[in-house]
């Protein structure tokens, strides 16, 4: 017995663990109590894997309190309510009656249960048990009302008032926002501790004044390890990574020994420099020290080397982790998936994962969403909210809202915003400027508007979001005016902000305007560039362009390029264009839409030859054109279409409609434009061609579907051409609706024969 006990007095780690459990074995002890406790103690200390300490338990016939105490504070100390309070249960079956030592582990980790366990302990006459006491004030002070845990406080009398009930108050107040009271409680407490100073370093870290925060820690007369962490974390959390990397080379220097909260909050600062020098150089410190890497250590290294890119590196700490994966591992590594793009990878650990929480699903939505598959961001908040398993979050429904606006679906947004409402989710400023985005991109810009008023407070996101939103609609003066506004309210314009205002102006025509906005900026940056010379190229000041570009501090980048290119495509510049595009073919080899544009000006010019040149380039340089295609949103669902496309079920009443369109079309004298035909047809087939585009299609199908006078609203992936343009403008008079059309490079809203962009685009 002796042995056995010398060899429990050196367990330092898991392996040594499962030693003296060998030993307790060898000797016929694992069925006794004693024995079962002091392993269940020494698994708490080590975060042993639940399913190895279960099986500790489950190894004595008959556990008494000690043993299930000793449960009762594993699973505390995992943060795992749920099992502490089931565990209770079992002990209440078991007819093992619990002591004083119980109740404060059970009111802390049952949530807003511990008020019925506070009513309990009163009725059995443990209400002045000073742990239980502070366990009580310690849940108010978390839960509220914060009065409730002042009341047990001020009944306490002054001298058996312990430093931890005083603590525990002045962590509620900083809880609840009251950082009067928490200062008051500091400066009149009989003494202090170092959990009290370091609760106001936390507190003031908080809400995000690191300079009160520091001062303190400054002036703490001792610090712990965990003092070290609440400044470390403050910084780290604030985005202050460098500071956070540098208080901890003080506190190493200081000789203190980081703990695993140290090296998992060091870790995350790294991981948001994304600086993979840094990482390397970390993770080498890590192994000189000789760190025993705890779960927690390791997935804050999973998620560093996601950050850095190494996916391979993250992939193999998620695997090598095995039994000891968490929650938080498997959502730091479907994010790593998705953070590079491979959402199979990612949602196949989706699919297996067990128990998965909101983050989950959270990290998945968010991971489509980014990436470009909107609709299946949408498909599967509406396979969580069918399950009704978990309830989303202001994260999932931001998520949701911007797959909206990406897709242009409106009746989708819409329902969103009910299910919001309806199931009472409060959005932040980040939520709201979602829904701004959301409205923005899919036409309905009096609600965009609406929703930005609406908001008690905006930021700068706020409004460049709606700035945006005005420049993709032509509205400049709107724009500009937002701009003022900004300014008038004390919110700085930022880069995003005169890319948004330049971009209004071009999109308007407004070239007197968009010179005064560019002229105001203090140091231009290559975007800002780029929007000038797409303004001046659009209203036809092509040299003036042409020398802006040339007077640019900076290297031209494809977006300058790319300005200009379209800039002699409207005023059918060849000689220009060709600079553009060859520059372009240089920078984007791989970017179709430089080919056709070109292609479209060789056209236009009758240029049958070069059209050719261009097409032949594309096949030996294995660029494949992108297929245009453009859908409208009916019945909850979108109804997508290509060119002359034959495959949706209505596709016999569509070309019958477009039949008539067509005759009605050509007696109120419509021609059609064939010039972005790229091949040298005849002049029919030229017409066919251009008569079966996919956004004409998308009308033909809105038309057939929505209730007279509705407006159709359809999104194309590619910039529209001139034919669809011209027709769609004389439909929307023939047919008297409002045609709402978001192409790739704006919105054109046509109405009565005219279209919002004035034919700027």
Not at 135 to 153: E, Q, T, W
Not at 278 to 302: E, M
Not at 331 to 353: H, K, P, Q, W
Not at 454 to 483: P, W
């Amino acid at each position: 017995m002796l042995e056995l006990g010398s060899i429990a007095s050196r367990v330092g780690n898991f392996n040594h663990l499962r030693q003296l459990h060998a030993q307790i074995i060898h000797n016929s002890l694992h069925h006794h109590n004693y024995w079962v406790a002091l392993l269940i103690n020494h698994c708490t200390r080590l975060r042993a894997p639940p399913h190895y300490t279960h099986l500790l338990f489950n190894s004595t016939l008959n556990p008494n309190v000690f043993v299930f105490t000793s449960m009762l504070r594993f699973y505390s100390h995992l943060q795992d309510h749920a099992k502490v309070v089931l565990m209770f249960e079992h002990m209440q079956g078991c007819g093992v009656r619990p002591d004083a030592f119980v109740y404060p582990i059970l009111i802390k980790s049952a949530g807003n249960g511990g008020i019925g366990f506070h009513a309990h302990v009163l009725k059995l006459g443990h209400g002045s048990d000073a742990f239980v006491r502070n366990a009580v004030i310690d849940m108010y002070a978390r839960l509220g009302p914060i009065g409730h845990a002042r009341k047990v406080f001020d009944e306490i009398p002054d001298y058996e008032r312990k430093v931890a009930d005083w603590n525990a108050m002045v962590s509620g107040y900083w809880k609840w926002e009251s950082e009067g009271q928490a200062q008051w409680l500091f400066d009149v407490m009989p003494e202090r501790n170092v959990i009290t100073w370091t609760a106001m370093v936390t507190g003031y870290a908080k809400v995000k004044d690191l300079e009160a925060a520091r001062r303190y820690f400054d002036c703490m007369p001792e610090r712990s390890v965990v003092s070290w962490n609440a400044m470390l974390s403050g910084y780290a959390q604030n985005g202050l990574a460098e500071e956070a990397l540098r208080l901890f080379d003080e506190m190493v220097n200081a000789g203190i020994e980081p703990d695993e909260t140290t090296w998992v909050t060091v870790i995350s600062a790294c991981s948001s420099r994304g600086d993979p020098c840094l990482a390397a150089s970390l993770v080498r410190t890590l192994h000189q020290k000789r760190i025993q890497l705890n779960c927690f250590v390791r997935t804050a290294l999973l998620d560093m080397y996601a950050k850095c890119g190494s996916i391979g590196a993250a992939r193999r700490i998620f695997d090598e982790l095995g039994a000891y994966r968490n929650s938080v591992t498997w959502n730091a590594m479907i994010s790593a998936y998705t953070r590079v793009g491979d959402l199979d990878s990612a949602r196949e650990l989706f699919n297996t994962m067990p128990g998965r929480n909101v983050v989950t699903w959270n990290s998945m939505i968010a991971g489509y969403a980014q990436n470009g598959q909107s609709a299946m961001a949408i498909e599967l908040f509406k396979e969580m909210i069918t399950a009704k398993k978990l309830t989303p979050d202001e994260v999932t429904m931001v998520s949701v809202i911007s797959a909206c606006g990406h897709l242009g679906a409106l009746e989708l947004g819409n329902w969103v915003v009910r299910f919001l409402t309806e199931n009472q989710i409060k959005l932040s400023i980040s939520g709201h400027n979602a829904m701004i985005f959301m409205y923005s991109r899919c036409g309905s810009m009096e609600d965009a508007k609406r929703v930005f008023q609406e908001m008690a407070t905006r930021d700068v996101v706020s409004y460049n979001t709606l700035i945006s939103g005005f420049a993709a609609h032509g509205h400049g003066v709107e724009a500009i005016n937002l701009m003022s506004t900004m300014k008038e309210g004390g919110i700085e314009p930022d880069r995003v902000t005169f890319i948004g205002v330049l971009t209004a102006c071009s999109h308007a025509g407004l070239l007197e305007e968009g010179r005064k906005v560019f002229e105001s900026i203090k140091d231009p940056a290559i975007d800002h560039y780029a929007c000038m010379v797409d303004l001046l190229g659009r209203v036809g000041e092509l040299e003036d362009a042409k020398r802006t570009m040339e007077r640019m501090p900076m290297e031209p980048h494809a977006g300058v390029y790319g300005s200009l290119l379209n800039a002699s495509r409207i005023h059918k510049q060849v000689e220009l264009g060709e600079l553009a595009a060859n520059k372009l073919f240089e920078l984007e080899p791989d970017n179709s839409g430089n080919f056709i544009l070109l292609s479209n000006i060789y056209a236009s010019a009758g240029r049958w030859k070069d059209v050719e040149r261009i097409r032949e380039a594309m096949k030996k340089g294995g660029v494949k054109k992108t297929t245009g295609w453009s859908w409208v949103e009916y019945g909850g669902k979108l109804h997508k279409f290509i060119v002359a496309d034959r495959s949706h079920e209505r596709s016999d009443d569509i070309y019958q409609l477009l039949i008539e369109l067509r005759k009605k079309m050509r007696e109120a004298g419509y021609i059609a434009d064939k010039s972005c035909v790229l091949r040298d047809v005849e002049e029919e087939e030229k017409e066919e061609i251009v008569g079966t585009h996919s956004e004409k299609l998308a009308i033909c199908y809105a038309l057939l579907v929505s209730e007279a006078g509705a407006v159709i609203r359809v999104v194309k992936n590619l910039r529209v051409c001139w034919d669809c343009h011209t027709a769609i403008k004389m439909i929307s008079k023939l047919e008297g609706r409002v045609i709402i059309v978001r192409d790739n490079n704006r919105f054109h809203c046509f109405n009565d024969g005219l279209c919002s962009c004035k034919d700027y685009w």
